[in-house]
């Protein structure tokens, strides 16, 4: 079975600086996806970036990036430039490419707490 | 064109009573997840559905149980609340099943006393 570990329960940075969160995953597969999801106080879970694991180029989305390890299992997310608006619960997801049955789950970490100081 | 839209936002229930929460997918979106995500824990899957047909089912209870409509909106159906049915309910929508962006509703939250 697969699973995702955030080990970093909270974090916190200051406005413009940058800030790095990590993931580490377990699985057999090697046809996955990777996931960074958002969720603000709003609750709404907001995709930040996601990354193909037959990709070797790290994804890149504005101020958002990922530092893809696949032989370590390792998937973390790099914010730059740091806003007020990214203070959020940031969760790392994992997703089989190919699933009995075609069902396509995100198995999912427990989130890191970010909060962005003024 | 409107978001993922999720009724009700709030929900309080009484052990052992049935509960139903409903989704509305992205116009065209013909796929819907339903996760749950208990206070300070990450999401777990419980259902997916597409074109009308489950598509996979999480570790959860016989008590939980959802159906897609014709027009792709989705109920969840848990029956014999628990108190540890307390929890966010999320729901997902994307064109089909797979790595394509999900949209994500604002979630009921379900409390069970």
């Known amino acids: 079975a697969q699973t995702v570990t955030q080990s970093q329960p909270e974090m916190s940075v200051q406005e413009a600086e940058t800030v790095t969160l990590s993931c580490t995953y377990d699985?057999?597969?090697?046809?996955?996806?990777l996931f960074w999801y958002k969720q603000p106080p709003s609750r709404q879970m907001i995709l930040v970036i996601r990354?193909?694991?037959?990709k070797q180029q790290n994804a890149t989305e504005n101020r958002f990036s990922v530092n893809f390890q696949k032989a370590a299992k390792s998937f973390s997310l790099k914010i730059s430039d740091s806003q007020l608006g990214d203070t959020a619960m940031y969760f790392c997801?994992?997703?089989?490419?190919?699933?009995?049955?075609?069902?396509?789950?995100?198995?999912w970490g427990l989130g890191t707490s970010l909060g962005v100081n003024p | 064109d409107a978001g993922v839209t999720q009724s009700p936002t709030h929900l309080i229930k009484t052990r052992g009573q049935h509960v139903t929460l409903r989704c509305s997918p992205i116009?065209?979106?013909?796929?819907v997840s339903w996760y749950q995500q208990v206070l300070g824990q990450g999401p777990q899957f419980i259902f997916q559905?597409?074109?009308?047909?489950?598509?996979g089912r999480g570790n959860f209870p016989d008590r939980f149980s959802a159906r897609q409509f014709p027009n792709y909106s989705s109920e969840l159906n848990v029956n014999a609340l628990l108190l540890g049915d307390s929890a966010l309910y999320l729901c997902?929508?994307?064109?089909?099943?797979?790595?394509?962006?999900?949209?994500f509703g604002p979630g009921t939250r379900l409390t069970v006393t």
């Open positions: 997801a994992f997703m089989k490419l190919f699933n009995a049955g075609n069902n396509r789950k995100l198995i």
């Open positions: 699985t057999s597969e090697n046809n996955y996806y």
């Open positions: 990354q193909e694991a037959y």
């Open positions: 116009s065209g979106h013909k796929s």
């Open positions: 559905y597409y074109e009308k047909e489950e598509r």
């Open positions: 997902a929508s994307s064109l089909e099943p797979g790595p394509k962006k999900q949209y």
